[in-house]
Each structure stands twice: as structure tokens, then as C-alpha cells.
């Protein structure tokens, strides 16, 4: 109780201090909307935005070269949209990273289930914990992407603009209408629905499953939580791939990747597992977890350090792939990336392999709790940017900045997932008193 | 020059093993070594046996690898000849390299793990034709054997051990 208290009191106090610093977001966001007199006098990029108009794939542009006003139009036009789009992407990405960690748990819980693990059942309840923000993390990313589409003026995703399917129109753009039937607004939130109903029917079985566990006499809880984690992981790698190609990879519709919801996975994944071990370590320094002891930890953050390879191993062999063979077409996502967004886009490579790579190489350091959580906010922050770098060159280009929209909106969504998350952990006894394993998880040694 | 003796007591089954060790080390006589024919778990810490440092060469063998990849690559394709194979920017070894990463790595694991199984033979002596140490066949198979020199205190020794549930306690001259 005491423990929910303080998460409760903790989840109010940053939701209330963002809730306000999302106000002046919207404020700033307002002053941009009328600061587009000074932008008119940028004339000498015109031509810069013109060439991208082209990488766009937006052949009208391609003769008005001579019609210089023309030109500069189009460049207000366009820096005018990649600025009412950042407050729009800055909420996407953080509410994203928050549903991702969720997700990446609920991953990490089933396959734990699946593969009947003998040292994580200690940790069950705190994974069961996070993943209750799974459901409303969703719904919210998908209500603003849906929102961005309606109520909003295309903001993250510029298939939804219905011109560009429209072959009369100016906007007219015949490769995303190719895609249009799978891209459509309608098809999109019917099967964001049906995956987030998916995710949340699981998580809440899995939930339910262990709770009647703790006061069964045998152990068919037990088992039909495991019939329904492998079920829910074969489901998973396909939803979360689709989810991947929907929710990220759509904001360059130009743009296509194979390993793409590997990757994601792999940067979901990490984080939820890095957030397990954070919640455990704040839990255990509270005297919650008399039961977890480092050897707990050490697997958890031996995790950590191969997921991180992992991720890394996906992140280059995307980008090399591209980068050597260098084809038009799919080359252009790097090069905004190089160009405009080369301080994150390289730093969070740094943050996400090179530090976790030296600092949970050594056994002992993965036993020290404020070696991991050090190590663990350098994995968050690292994949914050590396959503940041897949969302934000493709709505404001290289009008980028992590400043008060993007900050207030990591501290939204943190502040709700952090509320959700504590509260959910104090439903529930934090030991799984009834599950097989536990036993042979309490005493679990390294 | 007189023969030092030695104590071997054998065991069959390294739970007595594990106890005995504790035993013999609270009563503070040193253990020469024990011959098992498997791993026992927790043994070494039993033993009180100083953690082993192999991780640790490990890790410099490989950043010798990446080493030794990277110099050679920057010299062949960008220093010595710097050709333009199908359009790649050989103009400084950080434009091109992302294609030199497999080889980096790879070298990196190939330096890492060939070093370290070497200094892991050099270190616990083992060559082929190598005479082997076994001073009993039997613990290639299902005994363990304790081996305890001896200063005098044979007798104390031996009703030590006795009382260790050691199966079979003989004094050895050891020979050296």
C-alpha cells in the first residue's frame, strides 16, 4: 500500500508538472504557427527544399526550376508543414516508446512462460505490472496517429492525405496510391485495434492465470498460462511486425525495409527488459523484493547486454545493406538521416552499443545495482532517439530539435506510464506464490 | 634427499567430497589437489581457489584483433592503393567503413577465442603427447580423489579424513 502510494504520488506529480509544460507546448506551437513571416525571407533554400520535393517523389516540382516564386512557395509550404508536424511527431514518439516498453514486456513475460524459466518467476508480478500500460499506451498511440490523420493536417502520416491518392489533384502521388490498399485510414485503425485486442486479451488472461495460480490446488493455471504465451508469441511476431510497418515505417511511404520490425522488436525488446530491471531495482530498494537478489539482477542485465548486441546487429545490417549497395530509391532514408540527424543518429549507436558493450561486459558490474540502472538510462535514452530517428526526419526534416515539446511529452507519457505501471503493482501480492517455478526461482543462484 | 608423502583419500560422490573439502579446509591442512571426473559445482570456492582470469585476456586478445583488422585494412585499401572498386569512397578509412565491419569483427572473435584457448592450454600445461598426472585411473570414472601432503601428522590426518566418509585413505610416497 505504501509502495503504491508513493507510485501514485510519484505518477501524479510528473503527469501534473508535464500536463502544464504541455500547455506551453501548444502555446509554442501556436507562436510557430504565426512566426512564418520570418521564414518567408529564408529564399536561398529554396532550392534545397525543392531538390527534396523531388526525393519526395513529387514529379510536379520537377520543371519549376525557372519559377523561382513558385519554389520559394513550395519551400514555406513545406517548412510550414515540418513545423506543425514536431509537436505533432514529439507526442507520437514518446507515447510510442512508452507502448513499445510495455510491449517489449509483455514479450519478455510470455516467452519466459513459454520457455517454463527457472530464475524469472520472482519477477513475474513486476512484468505483469508494467504491461498494464500496454492497453492504454496503445490505444493512446494509435488514437493520435488516427487523430493526425483527421483531426490533424496529415501531421506524421502523409499517405492519409486523401490527395494523394486522388489522380486530379496537385498532391497526386502514384506510389503511395500503388499502396493504398493497404494503406488506408480504415484498414489501418482496424488493424491497429485488432492487435492491440490481441495484445491486451493476452495480457489479461496471463494476468488472470497467475493471480488464480497463487490460491490453486494444481497447477491448470499454470498450464493454460503457458498454452496461451506460445500462442500469444506466434501472434505477436506477426502483429508486431505489421505494427511495425503501420505505426513506423508508414511515415515514409516511399521508403521499405525487410528486417524493419526485427529491428523494432529488438529496440522494444531492450527497453522493456532494461525497465524490468529498473522497476525491480526501485522496488528492491524499497524492501519490497526480499526474494530478488543480485543473481536476479545479473541475468537481467545479461540480458540487457546481448539484446543491446542484438539491436545493434540489426540496426547495421539494415543500414549497411543500404549503404552498400546505395540504390536510390531506399538510399534517401539514410541520407536525411546522415545529413540532418547525424549527432543522434550516430550517438545512438554510442548509447546503445558502445556503453552498454563496456559497462555490462563484467560480470560483477551487472551484480551492482547503480551500475545497471546507470547503464539502463543510457539504454532508454538511447532508444527514445532511435524512435526520435525513425519517426522525426520523415515529419520535420531538418527542423529537428529536442526542446519543450519533445521533453514535455516524454514526461507525459512517463508520468501516465509510471502511474499505470505502480498502480497495477499494488493489485497483487509481488511473489507468485502458487506458480511451479517459483521455488527454484527464489533460490536462484549465478 | 627423503621422499615427500602424500595423503590420497577417495570419495564416491562429490556431495561427501564437497563436505570433506570444508572439513579439511576449517581444519586448516592444505589440499594439494583433487582429482574429479567431472566438474563439481562449487568446488573451486570450496577450495578457496582464486578467480580465473581468462575473461580478461579475452577481452585484450580482441581488441588486438580489431586492431590488427583495422591497421591492414587501412593500409591495403586505403594507404597502399587506394583504387575505386564499383564506387566505393576510398578516400578515408571511416567513409568505407561500413564494409569493413564483418572482417573487423569477425577478426575481433577469431583473436579472442584462438588466444584464449591457447593461453588456456599453456596455462593448465596441456600438449599432445603430454604425459598424463592421474594418480589414480579410477577418477577418470566415478571416484574423486583428495590429495593432502603429509608433514608428520599422518595419523591425525588419517582419522580426519576417515571420519569424512573417504572410502579409501593411502599413503603415498611421492616421488620428485
Known sequence: MLLGAIGVGYGFFTSHLSFEEVETLLAEEAHHGGGHGED??????????????????????????????????????????????????????????????????????????????????????????????????????????VASGTIGHYNIFMWMNPEVTNPESHHYDKLIDGKSGWLNIGWFAVRGLVFIAGWSLYRHFARKFSIAQDTAEDNSNFKKSFRISAAFLVFFIYSESIMSWDWIMSVDPHWFSTLFGWYVFASMFVSGITVIALVTIYLKSKNYLEFVNENHLHDV???????????????????????????????????????????????????????????????????????????????????????????????????????????ASVLLFAGLFIFVVFTALTKAPLLVKGYPFRKESEDFHY | MEASKVIHAIYTDDDVLMSAVKKVKAERFHIEEIYTPFPVHGLDKAMGLAPTRIAITAFIYGLIGLTVATVMMNFIMIEDWPQNIGGKPSFSYIENMPAFVPIMFELTVFFSAHLMVLTFYLRSRMWPFKNAENPDPRTTDDHFLMEIAVDGNEKELEELLAGTGAVEINLVDKAH
Open chain 1, 40 to 145: 518567408v525571407a529564408h529564399a536561398a533554400p529554396a532550392h534545397d527544399a525543392h531538390a527534396k520535393e523531388n526525393a519526395h517523389g513529387d514529379t510536379a516540382h520537377a520543371k519549376s526550376g525557372e519559377h523561382h516564386v513558385d519554389a520559394h512557395k513550395e519551400h514555406v509550404e513545406h517548412v510550414q508543414h515540418q513545423i506543425a508536424n514536431r509537436p505533432w511527431s514529439a507526442l507520437y514518439v514518446a507515447a510510442f516508446f512508452f507502448m513499445m516498453i510495455a510491449l517489449g514486456v509483455l514479450a519478455f513475460y510470455a516467452i519466459q512462460i513459454a520457455a517454463q524459466a527457472g530464475w524469472s518467476p520472482v519477477l513475474f508480478r513486476v512484468m505483469e505490472g508494467i504491461t498494464a500500460y500496454l492497453l492504454p499506451g496503445a490505444l493512446i498511440v494509435l488514437a493520435i496517429a
Open chain 1, 301 to 407: 542485465a545479461k540480458f540487457m547486454f546481448a539484446i543491446s548486441i542484438f539491436w545493434t546487429y540489426l540496426w547495421f545490417s539494415q543500414f549497411m545493406l543500404i549503404w552498400y549497395s546505395n540504390i536510390p530509391e531506399e538510399v534517401t532514408y539514410f541520407v536525411t538521416r546522415f545529413q540532418d540527424y547525424q549527432l543522434p543518429f550516430l550517438g545512438m549507436v554510442v548509447m546503445n552499443f558502445v556503453f552498454p558493450l563496456l559497462l555490462l561486459m563484467n560480470a560483477e558490474y551487472k551484480r551492482i545495482p547503480w551500475f545497471v540502472v546507470m547503464a539502463g538510462l543510457v539504454i532508454l535514452f538511447g532508444h527514445y532517439v532511435d524512435i526520435f530517428n525513425m519517426i522525426m526526419p520523415a515529419t520535420v526534416g531538418d527542423r529537428w530539435f529536442i526542446g519543450i515539446p519533445e521533453i
